[in-house]
């Protein structure tokens, strides 16, 4: 009988557990035999760690949020960091543990659930120790250039979208400036796309440097025609014009420094209280983005991609990510793959229309029409 194994890897997205849904679902119905492994590569390196898929088991996990398999994004089996006895954290190289696991158990395809940093994990592990492997993509920050969407993008500009409209209602209550800061790491395609849909005032992102007197002229622009109230939305990872890295916060984890986006909402705040004297809040969505029940759209996109993955697999179509070319599924190499972030096109017809509609992105060439 045919094995394979399945993992999830890196940052959950909503969407995980119906890709899973649908490998396990497809893969059994061939006859193959399906596992998990936990927590990205951990099954593979701890047999224990390996669950059992069947039909059964996945039963009702399509609309839940999170991956029934848990996640890791720290997890880089080439230079894993493992705390030894007396407390000491030392970086080895467990990717030959588990291949030879791999192989021991018989497994014929791996199936890597992930982003970016997953696909070039199964990038390495198909070249260097020649793993038949099978890249499904996700990622709410959509910034995996080789497929036109990923799935749990569509889910988190949902929830963003929702908050913005929630925060209107306060905002205007109070004449307040509400600053919103939202995930998407280097990629501004979460703000921009709840952004607009929240009928946000000014939109900032990684893609366009910001000058922080443009945002402020649009928020007295709002004062004199008699809005008292603005919305702001800020990516991650935007940066205004004089700063020569995003805003980040320090973390330690496992012995280890990491740097972790965030805090530009705050001194975007900040600055527009002290520019406008208006009353400003800032809030963080953070990963309320990541949560919650994936929508209609990322539901099936994630099915699409489980049952694709599992055809590229009896196909012996390995070391291939499934991609979306609308309205096709189609699979692109590994390489590909990993070749480069999308970022939001400058000329996007979505640029235009916030311009048109009087969204500032606090630039002068992009200022509203
Ligand atoms: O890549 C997904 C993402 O949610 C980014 O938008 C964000 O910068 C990062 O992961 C947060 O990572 P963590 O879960 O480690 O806080």
Not at 130 to 147: F, R, S
Not at 241 to 263: N, Q, S, W
Request: charge should be neutral.
């Amino acid at each position: 009988m045919k094995k394979i194994v399945i993992s999830t890897g890196g940052g959950d997205a909503p969407g995980l557990n119906a890709a899973i849904y649908a490998v396990t679902k497809s893969a059994y119905r061939r006859g193959w035999e399906i596992y998990g492994s936990r927590s990205g590569y951990q099954g593979l390196l701890n047999p224990e760690e390996l669950i059992r898929l069947t039909p059964e088991k996945v039963e009702g996990i399509m609309p839940l949020g999170g991956t029934i398999l848990g996640s890791t994004n720290k997890g880089n089996p080439f230079a894993m960091p493992v705390e030894n006895l007396i407390g000491e954290i030392q970086t080895l190289d467990l990717s030959d543990r588990i291949m030879r696991n791999f192989r021991r158990l018989g497994f014929f395809c791996h199936i890597t659930m992930g982003g970016d940093g997953s696909m070039e994990l199964a990038h390495r592990f198909a070249v260097e120790k020649e793993m038949p492997v099978v890249g499904v993509p996700k990622t709410i920050d959509n910034d995996l250039e080789a497929t036109q969407q990923a799935f749990g993008f569509d889910t988190a500009v949902a929830t963003a979208t929702d908050a913005l409209d929630k925060l209107h209602s306060t905002a205007k209550s109070h004449d307040r400036v509400m600053v919103v800061e939202v995930m998407g790491r280097d990629s501004g395609f979460i703000a921009l796309n709840a952004g607009i849909s929240g009928g946000a005032d000014v939109i900032l992102i990684p893609e366009i440097p910001f000058d922080i007197n443009m945002v402020c002229q649009k928020i007295n622009d709002n004062e004199l025609r008699d809005k008292h109230y603005a919305i702001v939305v800020v990516a991650e990872g935007a940066k205004a014009e004089e700063m020569t890295k995003a805003v980040c916060k320090r973390t330690a984890e496992l012995g280890r420094d990491r740097e972790l986006l965030g805090g530009i909402g705050e001194w975007v705040a900040e600055q527009i209280r002290q520019h406008t004297g208006k009353d400003t809040r800032s809030l963080t969505l953070g990963h309320l983005q990541r949560g919650g029940s994936p929508t209609t759209f990322d539901r099936l996109l994630a099915l699409r991609f489980g049952g694709a993955a599992v055809r590229m697999a009896e196909q012996g179509l390995f070391n291939h990510m499934v991609a979306l070319k609308t309205p096709d599924m189609v699979a692109v190499t590994l390489a590909e793959a990993i070749k480069g972030r999308k970022k939001v096109p400058l000329d996007s017809d979505k640029l235009l229309t916030a311009r048109e509609i009087g969204i500032s992105f606090g630039n002068v060439e992009l200022a509203p029409r």
